[in-house]
């Protein structure tokens, strides 16, 4: 499917723009409600990914410590009336790997799953609804949001327009 209607190259220039950015997709995602929504987080080590989710799960209630799953792999929250999971796959040696995660179980209703580096799971995990992409660009970073099936256009269009 052709991407539909990306916001490109939102520009940041520090950790509390990525954090604002997050905060801003969480409230797209409070707006518009999804049953279900798969976000792939793309973007180099340090790109900014985890504090993107951590701004996400600011935005949808979370107070407490936001850590990085690369060593536990999935992190689950309850929030806003979702069943998050936040996974880094960074670590999995091989992509069936993924299928260990129970990642499975967040394919229920009021469920949100975000992934980073979904690459190295390939195949092996739902595609995903959105995704975000983060690319460093001097001292900043640079955002890109995709909706990646009809269904999530929306998303990307209030998102944008925040």
């Given at each position: 499917m052709p991407e539909s209607g990306p916001v490109k190259g939102l520009a940041l220039g520090c950790e509390a723009d990525t954090i604002d950015a997050g905060r801003k997709?969480?409230?797209?995602?409070?707006?518009?409600?999804?049953?279900?929504?798969?976000?792939?987080?793309?973007?180099?080590?340090?790109?900014?990914k985890t504090t993107f989710v951590r701004g996400v799960l600011r935005g949808l209630g979370h107070a407490g410590r936001v850590p990085s799953p690369s060593y536990t792999l999935v992190e689950p929250y309850e929030l806003s009336g979702y069943s998050i999971c936040h996974v880094d796959l960074y670590r999995l040696a091989d992509g069936k790997e993924a299928q260990f995660l129970g990642l499975e179980d967040?394919?229920?209703?009021?469920?949100?799953?975000?992934?980073?580096?979904?690459?190295?799971?390939?195949?092996c995990i739902e595609p995903p609804d959105?995704?975000?992409?983060?690319?460093?660009?001097?001292?900043?970073?640079?955002?890109?949001?995709?909706?990646?099936?009809?269904?999530?256009?929306?998303?990307?269009?209030?998102?944008?327009?925040?």
């Open positions: 997709l969480a409230q797209a995602v409070t707006s518009d409600r999804p049953d279900r929504l798969i976000i792939h987080l793309a973007g180099d080590l340090g790109a900014g967040t394919s229920a209703e009021h469920s949100l799953l975000l992934v980073e580096w979904p690459e190295r799971a390939a195949g959105l995704r975000v992409v983060l690319e460093i660009d001097g001292s900043g970073r640079r955002l890109s949001v995709h909706a990646e099936n009809p269904n999530s256009a929306g998303l990307v269009e209030a998102f944008g327009a925040l």
